[in-house]
């Protein structure tokens, strides 16, 4: 009996030259930006395995087929974008079947009566926002890792972009899509503005990282290029004073473009030489736009605001820096330098950010006194605020590291959830966040899990992601994290 070759199975669907077979070539789909996974890769360790196969389709037709042929050969497969998440999201437990969604990487609609704009699934993020400047509109999706993203992505891990407190995140901006579910049946949610019949199966599919059904076309909401902005930079006394700052922002129902608070440390790093920093040590970025008499009726409000909160205004420059950099990671260079450098972002409501933060800090300065934590809040909303923190042990020996860098983890992500907060922002869940899901959702985990279970009973999409059930065989991928356990 001939032995059957999968490679050539696919070949006769998308073309051989879109199946790639070579190891080198799988290597490069070994795993995405998850920090924990850049700390084995320097020992030439990986987290999970190879993928089986790299498939790269060009239409949501040859998606739907490769899926249909998939659950034909019982081989699970993940979605691919560009391999910006560092959730490890897209990693394979056990040489899974890569499925490359860049050569989707048009916009095939731009409706500017409605101001919705239909695109391809693999279309660069960066690419996409230039070509809607281009015609005058913003998607208002832009997270830092705009240049090496695909807009399919940035659903796929219900991500958030830096003015999301004007635009939303991605699950606000979305309003129709195409997907295949793990059948091969094409899902096709039509971009209307509200509904009321019955649960939301869009809220279901953005955020579901590849693990209910492959996203190939999305329908956004667009927006004109705000035609003014007035940028505001504060010195305030404390992180408190800065806390209730956007606060008051948000719950006035005002609508700026960016709110970016940052704690002590963060802030000196950016404001070196501003004398006003001296008795105030906590930076507050403003940034409104829109037409020019609401941005100068938004801009008395917030200068009223500041003044209540005893914050003085300081020149731009920390702002204007901060946005000529905007898109670039300093990971990398912690990571070249034998550091272990990683970010959580979290949410909580207003009432308990302050003792979060705190909380935090201290016990991560009891357990690791060389660790640096900081903190700045980039996404505010009327009910409460993104967290985002910086968390960085010192070049040591790699079997001591992960350890503790898994209990730095514990100890930010176990707090917020015992503060009421949730544990994920706008990076995903993906493999990382798998051990704390049932903390995050309670019983509606379980109802997730009969979902999967009920939509893809062959466990072909993304495996062990979500806090979902690997596949049978699967690699341990917390094998050299001693306080975890899957």
């Known amino acids: 009996m001939t032995k059957l070759d999968p490679g050539a199975e696919f070949s006769a669907l998308i073309g051989e030259e879109n199946v790639l077979t070579d190891e080198a070539a799988r290597s490069g789909y070994a795993h995405d930006r998850l920090p924990y996974a850049n700390f084995r890769a320097r020992e030439g360790a990986l987290v999970g395995t190879l993928p089986g196969l790299v498939l ?18 019982d081989l699970p497969l993940i979605p691919y974008g560009r391999g910006s998440g560092v959730l490890g999201g897209i990693i394979p437990l056990g040489n899974e079947l890569m499925l490359d969604v860049r050569r989707m990487n048009r916009i095939l609609e731009l409706d500017r009566e409605n101001h919705l704009v239909t695109v391809e699934a693999g279309m660069h993020g960066e690419d996409f926002e230039d070509a809607l400047n281009a015609q005058g509109f913003t998607c208002g999706h832009l ?70 059904a492959v996203i190939t076309q999305l329908t956004m909401r667009i927006w004109t290029l705000p035609e003014a902005e007035e940028k505001i930079v504060l ?28 704690d002590e440390k963060e802030t000196a790093g950016r404001t070196e030489g501003i ?21 100068a009726a938004e801009a008395v409000i917030v200068r009223e605001f500041a003044a209540s909160v005893d914050a003085v205004e300081t020149e731009t420059r920390p702002f204007d820096e901060w946005r000529k950099s905007r898109y670039v990671s300093i990971t990398k260079q912690w990571l070249e330098k034998g550091y272990y ?27 690791a006194p060389d660790a640096h934590f900081s903190a700045h809040w980039s996404h505010v909303y009327p009910e409460g605020v993104c967290q985002y923190m910086t968390i960085r ?11 503790l860098h898994a209990e730095l983890w514990e100890i930010a992500t176990g707090e917020t959830l015992a503060h009421g907060g ?9 493999l990382f966040r798998g051990p704390w899901m049932d903390g995050e959702h309670g019983a509606g985990m379980e109802v997730l899990r009969r979902i999967k279970a009920a939509i893809d ?20 991928p917390y094998r050299d994290r001693s306080t975890h356990e899957q």
């Open 275 to 295: 004398a006003a920093f001296g008795d105030r040590p906590v930076m507050a970025n403003i940034v409104l736009c829109g037409e020019a008499a609401i941005v």
């Open 143 to 212: 997270p830092q890792s705009l240049t090496i993203s695909t807009v399919g992505g940035w659903a796929a891990c219900r991500g958030g972009g830096q003015e999301s407190s004007r635009y939303g995140k991605i699950e606000n901006i979305v309003v129709g899509l195409k997907a295949i579910l793990p059948d091969g049946e094409v899902l096709d949610i039509r971009p209307l503005p509200k509904r009321a019949s019955g649960p939301s199966i869009l809220d279901l599919i953005v955020g579901n990282e590849g693990t209910l």
């Open 457 to 476: 009973p062959q466990n072909l999409f993304n495996p062990g992601k979500l806090g979902f059930p690997p596949r049978p065989n699967a690699i341990d």
């Open 341 to 367: 450098n990683d970010t959580i972002e979290v949410t909580v409501n207003w009432t308990k950010a302050t003792s979060l933060y705190d909380t935090i800090a201290a016990r991560i300065a009891q357990v």
């Open 422 to 430: 949730s544990i994920a922002h706008h990076h995903g869940s993906g």
């Open 393 to 403: 042990l010192p070049p040591m020996d790699q079997a001591k590291a992960l350890p």
């Open 56 to 73: 790269r389709p060009k239409t949501t037709e040859e998606v739907a087929a490769v899926v249909r042929k998939a659950g034909e050969l």
């Open 235 to 262: 010195a305030l006394p404390d992180r408190e004073a800065a806390l209730n700052l956007g606060r008051k922002i948000m719950q006035a129902g005002l609508h700026p473009r960016i709110v970016r608070l940052y």
